[in-house]
T-cell receptor, first 117, second 114 residues
Framework: DAGVIQSPRHEVTEMGQEVTLRCKPI?????LFWYRQTMMRGLELLIY????????DSGMPEDRFSAKMPNASFSTLKIQPSEPRDSAVYFC???????????????FGDGTRLSIL | AQSVAQPEDQVNVAEGNPLTVKCTYS??????LFWYVQYPNRGLQFLLK??????LVKGSYGFEAEFNKSQTSFHLKKPSALVSDSALYFC????????????FGSGTRLSIRP
């Protein structure tokens, strides 16, 4: 089991540029989550998908952020345009959820450390 | 509102001593409860979970957690701490009907001194 794979591991870019973060969930998992972690705000859930459908995007900070899951094995989180305050570690996680119940743990990737200059 | 509280930002313990990391929750119904650990530059890793049954749950790396319904607590424990246990620990709750969503606490940094 390769685990959740995120790319890139590090990204440094200038303010105003478009940033795309990528995630490959564990095969067979049907739920996918995007989190952001900062010292100030801790771990925040941005959006999550169930069976490739966005279920809750209430944590997405603003319209500059968008996420897609075109198929069960791939998801992207895009920031356009990026701002210095978007600097954080972004995590993707996946799990198997059945209906409205989930007693299965989430499996996290090792994150993308994003720095916006 | 559904929430998870970790009242201590940091816990310091000497190696070989028992450790406790506290967690309380506020959700409706009977939740599923989890503990995760995060090492530097890594994602969160699952340690253990409580679903139903025995209130004492055993997990990875010698950790265990005790579910107390009356106190709405789920404290993480280990009888003898190791320096390698030093990390950031997160308590989490998955309320029934949440469709896979988990609510994480703010995290507790555990520091084990030699």
């Amino acid at each position: 089991d390769a685990g959740v794979i995120q790319s890139p591991r590090h990204e440094v870019t200038e303010m105003g540029q478009e940033v795309t973060l990528r995630c490959k969930p564990i095969s067979g998992h049907n739920s996918l989550f995007w989190y952001r972690q900062t010292m100030m705000r801790g771990l925040e859930l941005l959006i999550y998908f169930n069976n490739n459908v966005p279920i809750d995007d209430s944590g997405m900070p603003e319209d500059r952020f968008s996420a897609k899951m075109p198929n069960a094995s791939f998801s992207t989180l895009k920031i356009q345009p990026s701002e210095p305050r978007d600097s954080a570690v972004y995590f993707c996680a996946s799990s198997y959820g059945q209906g409205e119940y989930s007693n299965q743990p989430q499996h996290f990737g090792d994150g993308t450390r994003l720095s916006i200059l | 509102a559904q929430s998870v509280a970790q009242p201590e930002d940091q816990v310091n313990v000497a190696e070989g001593n028992p450790l406790t990391v506290k967690c309380t929750y506020s959700v409706s119904g009977n939740p599923y409860l989890f503990w995760y650990v995060q090492y530097p530059n890594r994602g969160l890793q699952f340690l253990l979970k409580y679903i139903t049954g025995d209130n004492l749950v055993k997990g990875s790396y010698g950790f265990e957690a005790e579910f107390n319904k009356s106190q709405t607590s789920f404290h993480l424990k280990k009888p003898s701490a190791l320096v390698s246990d030093s990390a950031l620990y997160f308590c989490a709750v998955s309320p029934l009907g949440s469709a896979s969503k988990i609510i994480f606490g703010s995290g507790t940094r555990l520091s084990i001194r030699p």
